[in-house]
């Protein structure tokens, strides 16, 4: 299924919408601080900052829906990742904070401080979702012969569905940002190997990959939503700070290694990171499974 230049036009007007709207308006308080980091911990993100981000979320989702009648259900929720990716992108590494405070009870700190904050920001990323499926109600007019409406190739009640994908994704996402965020590795007796901080754009690369695989897979086979693999990345986010953030592996890492090494790749993952581009990934992912099953079904 080629994309005819008007929904391509949508899809650009939509990301233009949440970048700008989002990823820039905002900017003057949201800005990280010199050698800052985008995380609530850093301290220039206040609680009123991120209730004012969730209206304009919602604004911006709604104003992207709205734009991309008649399918602004489906594309106007692209707003709210765009923007916050603009956000990620702006951060400096999380290795920054750990070069100037490099002690095992300082990551031990900031790692407590990040361990669900990534909830926090797929709130926001909600809040983009509701807005455009408001404005869908509104101007959608009548209802579209949905392309994406087909049965999966397994069967399962849904809540089932929704539970296995979204442990699915926590596990198969780790394991893919770990491979595709490697940077450079030396081996590490007690922890097999340490990696160096990856790049902004690795990160963005691995972690928009390793969800669009999970979206495709969720859609194709269990025929569920990306919003529940997009959901996940805040599970994801989570866990990975659990499992590997944990007392020992930090005292090892600040005895042995210089600050810009981590236990995991995916421990350099800043929350807003993992959730920006954990949504961005897991709709493509959806929308290239539509595709697939439609080459599948007409063309094969």
Not at 30 to 39: E, I, R, S
Not at 97 to 106: C, L, T
């Amino acid at each position: 299924m080629e994309l005819s230049w008007l929904i391509r036009l949508r899809i650009a007007v939509a990301l233009a919408v949440g970048i700008a709207v989002l990823g820039v308006l905002p900017g003057g308080f949201l800005d990280p601080p010199t050698d800052g980091v985008f995380a609530i911990f850093a301290g220039n993100i206040s609680v009123g900052d991120v209730l004012i981000c969730a209206g304009i979320s919602f604004a911006a989702g709604f104003l992207a829906s709205a734009l991309c009648t008649p399918f602004g259900g489906q594309i106007g929720i692209l707003a709210a990742p765009a923007g916050m990716a603009v956000w990620a992108l702006k951060s400096d590494a999380l290795s920054t904070v750990f070069q100037r405070a490099p002690a095992a009870a300082d990551r031990l700190n900031v790692y407590a401080s990040l361990r669900f904050e990534a909830f926090i920001w797929l709130a926001v990323a909600g809040c983009c979702f509701a807005g455009a499926l408001i404005a869908d109600k509104i101007f959608g007019g009548k209802s579209l012969n949905r392309v994406d409406k087909f049965e999966a190739d397994f069967k399962l009640p849904s809540f089932a569905a929704i539970a296995i994908v979204i442990i699915a994704t926590v596990i198969i996402g780790n394991v893919l940002v770990n491979v595709l965020a490697g940077d450079v590795s030396y081996p590490d007796t007690k922890l097999g190997k340490v990696t160096g901080q990856p790049a902004n754009l690795q990160l963005a690369f691995a972690v928009t990959i390793a969800f669009m695989a999970c979206g495709f897979c969720a859609k194709l086979f269990l025929g569920v939503s990306f919003v529940w693999p997009a959901a996940a990345s805040a599970f994801l986010s989570s866990y990975s700070i659990i499992a590997y953030g944990k007392e020992p592996i930090m005292e090892h890492l600040a005895g042995a290694w210089p600050a810009v090494f981590f236990a995991r790749p995916v421990l350099a993952v800043l929350p807003v990171y993992m959730v920006a581009f954990g949504c961005l990934g897991a709709i493509w992912g959806y929308w290239l499974a539509v595709d697939y099953h439609l080459w599948r079904k007409y063309e094969s």
